[in-house]
């Protein structure tokens, strides 16, 4: 498995084209992340890739640089390839209309002086225009599965001409129940092929299907499977589920909350989130699969431009998610699916920043927060609602005073069920140490309940 690359310090040294160093200048990029120091040779060399990285570590540069690169090859005569009609030289799959229209925007900005042709299909708009622009024949095809599917049983797009398909976010695609779709494209492609295979996770259903998807890969990781990003700072408060709107409310109403992204399980949940918020007057939107696209992508503007200072969002839409200094993430509900925490705090602490995670965790969760704190391999501090910490002081203190000591101190006796004794930890759950405090971050004053959560 690849783990670092020492001797890779700009982009000009990974030796890519001189046009895509220009676009990369101009955006003020210079040193390339880990996964991008990391997959790059590899994708340059022709080599199938399994790419495993944490969300808002630069996996779509990662294979956009190299794949832009050897579109701008000539052949031997000079000229460069041109796709034929309705085919594509690249097919990525994304399984969200907002990611796939962020990873078409990014390889025409490091495509810009290429003169390469990118077309997007995704659904919930009218496809008369995608078809028009795919019957010309494209470089680049970034689409999600089902609206790709409509077109290939149309006949309005043909993909054996493919020479690279990537598969990006895999894990999400398998929780959004595209197996079977993605089995249909990957039957239509042409044996040989380069597959880039990235995952922000790697449960076990995802690794199988990256053994079907690739050939003899190399294996890039920037970080253990499941690590969440070193500088959120992460709490949990115990609350009565019936409780949670009016605890989030106090906690938004605190100004160092400058830009929030809250996550709820379900789309009626997470209406009922922004309604509630709207009525106490903090700015939100909500956003999931069921607004239209033009709701959705007005409310990622408003909030990209702090018109709307919280998001309410599913893990579905959050998927395609990409904003800086988002301050704080709440989990208004904690995911049935530990992986799934790992991936929505790190929608905050992008680009070298610091962020925090604050989970609302009802009685009916505790079951949930004992897998994430199994999975993540430490236990989350727990803020009590009357006493919370700064983000520099030491473990929350409970309502006696005491400080809570995890697992194996009566602080988090409450998250086991009533009887059930506690099990002996084995040398694969040994407590790892709490997050890494994050730098940059002041205690602003407590709201008149006395809590802390900035």
Same mark, same amino acid.
């Given at each position: 498995?690849q783990?670092?690359n020492n ?7 990974l ?7 220009k ?8 040193? +390339? ?13 022709g ?8 969300t808002?570590t630069?996996?779509?540069?990662a294979?956009?640089?190299p ?5 701008a090859?000539?052949t031997?005569?000079?000229q460069?390839k041109r796709p ?6 690249v ?10 229209s /962020?990873?078409a925007e $990014?390889?025409r ?6 003169n390469?042709?990118? %077309? ?5 708009v009218?496809g008369?225009?995608?078809?028009r ?8 095809l970034?689409?999600? +599965? ?8 149309a006949?309005?797009?043909r993909?054996d ?18 197996i ?17 295979f990235?995952? *922000?996770?790697? +449960?076990?259903?995802?690794?199988g299907?990256?053994q079907?998807f690739?050939?003899? +890969?190399?294996?890039?990781?920037v970080?253990p499977v ?6 959120v700072?992460? $709490?949990?408060i ?7 709107r ?5 906690i ?5 909350f400058?830009?929030?992204?809250v ?8 209406d ?5 918020l ?7 939107? *909500? ?5 239209s696209?033009?709701q959705?992508?007005?409310?990622l503007d408003g909030?990209k ?9 599913t ?18 509900d904690?995911?049935n ?8 705090i ?17 009685n009916?969760?505790?079951?949930y927060?004992?897998?994430?704190e199994?999975?993540?391999? /430490?236990?989350?501090p727990?803020?009590d609602?009357?006493?919370?910490? *700064? ?7 409970s309502?006696?005073g005491?400080?809570? /000591?995890g ?5 988090r006796e409450e998250?086991?069920?009533?009887? /059930?004794?506690?099990?002996? $930890?084995g ?16 205690? %602003? ?10």
């Amino acid at each position: 498995m690849q783990r670092n690359n020492n001797n890779v310090t700009s982009f000009s040294d990974l030796g890519l084209h001189a046009s895509i160093l220009k676009a990369l200048a101009a955006g003020s990029y210079d040193t +390339p992340t880990p996964i991008q120091a990391q997959a790059i040779p590899h994708v340059l060399a022709g080599r199938d890739l399994l790419g495993i990285a944490q969300t808002g570590t630069g996996k779509t540069a990662a294979f956009a640089l190299p794949i832009l690169h050897r579109l701008a090859e000539v052949t031997a005569g000079g000229q460069r390839k041109r796709p034929a009609p309705k085919t594509c030289r690249v097919l990525v799959l994304s399984p969200t209309r907002e990611l796939a229209s /962020q990873i078409a925007e $990014r390889f025409r900005f490091y495509g810009r002086h290429l003169n390469l042709s990118t %077309v997007l299909v995704f659904g919930g708009v009218g496809g008369g225009p995608q078809i028009r622009a795919m019957a010309k024949g494209m470089d680049v095809l970034v689409a999600t +599965p089902g609206r790709l599917i409509d077109h290939m049983s149309a006949g309005f797009v043909r993909l054996d001409q493919v020479e690279t398909v990537v598969l990006d976010e895999a894990d999400h695609m398998l929780d959004l129940g595209f197996i079977h779709p993605i089995r249909r494209i990957v039957a239509a492609l042409p044996a040989r092929r380069q597959s880039l295979f990235f995952s *922000a996770t790697m +449960p076990k259903e995802i690794s199988g299907l990256a053994q079907s998807f690739l050939r003899d +890969p190399v294996t890039v990781s920037v970080a253990p499977v499941a690590t969440t990003v070193e500088r959120v700072e992460q $709490r949990v408060i115990m609350v009565d589920t019936e409780r949670k709107r009016g605890v989030l409310t106090e906690i938004l109403s605190d100004p160092a909350f400058t830009r929030a992204l809250v996550f709820t399980r379900t789309k009626h949940g997470a209406d009922r989130v922004a309604r509630h918020l709207e009525v106490a007057r903090i700015a939100a939107s *909500a956003i999931h699969g069921n607004k239209s696209q033009g709701q959705r992508e007005q409310a990622l503007d408003g909030f990209k431009a702090g018109r709307v200072r919280v998001l309410v969002a599913t893990d579905i839409a959050a998927r395609g998610i990409d904003v800086e200094a988002v301050s704080h993430v709440i989990n208004f509900d904690l995911p049935n699916v530990p992986e799934t925490y790992v991936h929505r705090i790190g929608r905050t602490a992008r680009a070298g920043a610091a962020g925090i995670a604050i989970s609302l965790c009802g009685n009916d969760e505790r079951a949930y927060l004992r897998d994430i704190e199994k999975l993540i391999r /430490q236990n989350i501090p727990m803020t009590d609602r009357r006493s919370a910490p *700064a983000p520099h002081e030491g473990a929350p203190k409970s309502h006696n005073g005491h400080r809570h /000591q995890g697992h194996r101190g009566r602080g988090r006796e409450e998250h086991r069920p009533h009887g /059930q004794r506690q099990q002996p $930890r084995g040398r694969g759950s040994r407590q790892q140490g709490s997050a890494h405090r994050p730098t940059g971050l002041t205690p %602003v004053a407590r709201p008149r309940s006395g809590l802390n959560y900035a």
